[in-house]
């Protein structure tokens, strides 16, 4: 199959019907007039609460009015369910914002494809693959992926990738075009483990039909790492998941922290998460108040700001992220960086960095559809006054995985940090440090 670009726009001439399920034995739903009225409604309140919650006035150069009455129409060409969702969320595609999105009903099914994939510096790979799948008898970690369904996978496209075939449209068989770490060449197709979940139509009230939360499950049931510290030697290294909201778990951390000299965070893959956790995490790396970013949105905005602990780390900090690292791990980095408080080592974080609301709401009256829509209320200037949207945050070191590290389950970077941290650790000692957990389907 030819390459292809792959972004959200181009993928609409095919979301008719085939795409979401392909090979799938029954064909796709298709709407009855009530479902379509469901869906315009949709994209008009969606069109409503961005015009009235986004934090640019001018909608970034775009006509917002305009685009809508484009993506209606496009909606009236859809038939089934999936394909309207598609033109929903391609609306809030074109703006570029990593934190405008739409969060579809649940549907009746949800599916786990059984691996991972990453970019890592300007190529993708499996990085990680769940035993007793099909994934595993097929994947390995180190295979890179040349094409996915028949599209070229770049820095640029990874997001829409990942959110159109793993977030809003699943796939039953994925197709993947591999080189293994030997250089040998082959396509496989990979079967997805599902199971049966709520069905799209539910009839109740909001609190039963929590999409944010849902959205988490369903990524912690892809994959996952979980907060955990090691001490070894004269460093502790702590692996941050996430910025979850518990001061108390921060400040046990930072009691281990003052024990040792060295202290390195990895942030790899950590998605962000909660400001007052970055604020009250920053707040331990100085001994006075910090500005982290300017917020800049409709109204004026109080920036935001670290205020220092009483009792601050003053070890060495070495901090690790990767394509992954989005949003408040990207701010924690670039201000270790330019407060000069330590060192960045791995690959260019995801450039994901946005405040953003998440608001959920239905449709219907008897028969209620409930979805989501997240809302960009504020850019993010740091101290040098660039925002790193769309850019992400460049490590001092850029320091990446070899298809065959990967294969090898060895991880160089933490062993570079070791070694500025003064310590030996070598990359097969650091691969064993934090495991990769899978969540049961």
Same mark, same amino acid.
């Given at each position: ?23 799938? !034995? ?134 829409? @990738?990942?959110?159109?075939?793993? !977030? ?6 994925? !197709? ?183 608001? !959920? ?29 769309? @850019? ?50």
């Amino acid at each position: 199959m030819r390459p292809r670009t792959l972004c959200l726009a181009l993928l609409l001439p095919l979301l008719g019907s085939t795409v979401p399920y392909l090979r799938a !034995q029954k064909a796709p739903p298709k709407m009855d007039s009530s479902e379509r009225g469901r869906m315009d409604d949709i994209l008009r309140e969606i069109w409503k609460s961005v015009k009235k919650n986004y934090y640019d006035s001018t909608f970034r150069g775009i006509d917002i009015d305009a685009r809508y009455r484009e993506y209606s129409a496009k909606l009236d060409q859809a038939t089934t369910p999936s394909a309207a969702f598609h033109s929903i969320a391609a609306f809030l595609s074109g703006f570029h914002d990593s934190h405008l999105f739409f969060v579809p009903p649940n549907r009746n099914l949800r599916f786990d494809s059984g691996y991972r994939m990453e970019m890592v510096g300007e190529r993708c790979f499996v990085t990680q693959v769940k035993p007793r799948t099909d994934a595993f008898e097929k994947l390995h970690p180190g295979d890179e992926i040349a094409h996915f369904q028949g599209y070229t996978i770049n820095r640029d496209d990874f997001h829409d @990738v990942d959110y159109f075939f793993h !977030q809003l449209s699943p796939l039953p068989v994925e !197709q993947l075009d591999l080189f293994a770490p030997g250089g040998e060449r082959r396509t496989v197709e990979v079967k997805s483990a599902y199971r049966e979940v709520k069905r799209i139509l539910v009839v109740g009230d909001a609190e039963n039909n929590d999409l944010w939360d849902e959205l988490r499950e369903s990524q912690a049931n892809q994959h996952r790492y979980e907060d955990r510290t090691v001490e070894v030697d004269k460093v502790l290294y702590w692996k941050m998941a996430g910025f979850r909201d518990d001061s108390d778990a921060l400040d046990a951390i930072f009691d281990k922290a003052r024990h040792h000299p060295a202290l390195i965070i990895d942030l790899r893959d950590n998605p962000g998460g909660s400001v007052d956790t970055l604020e009250h995490l920053v707040g331990h790396l100085f001994d006075h108040d910090v500005k982290i970013a300017e917020r800049v949105s409709r109204k004026p905005a109080k920036p935001m700001v670290a205020k220092a602990n009483s009792k601050p780390y003053t070890g060495k900090v070495i901090v690790l992220i990767n394509s992954r690292s989005a949003s408040g791990s990207e701010l924690l980095a670039r201000v270790v960086q330019l407060e000069h408080r330590g060192t960045v080592i791995g690959d260019t974080s995801a450039g994901a960095v946005m405040e953003s609301h998440f608001f !959920q709401d239905s449709v219907g009256l008897e028969t209620k559809v409930f979805y989501g829509v997240s809302i960009t209320d504020a850019n993010l200037l740091m101290a040098d006054g660039k925002s790193i949207e769309e @850019v992400g945050v460049s490590p001092d070191e850029k320091v990446l995985p070899s298809a065959k590290d990967l294969a090898n389950d060895l991880d160089p970077a933490m062993s570079r940090a070791a070694e500025l941290a003064g310590v030996t650790l070598t990359a097969a000692e650091a691969g064993k440090l934090f495991p990769y957990l899978w969540a049961n389907l």
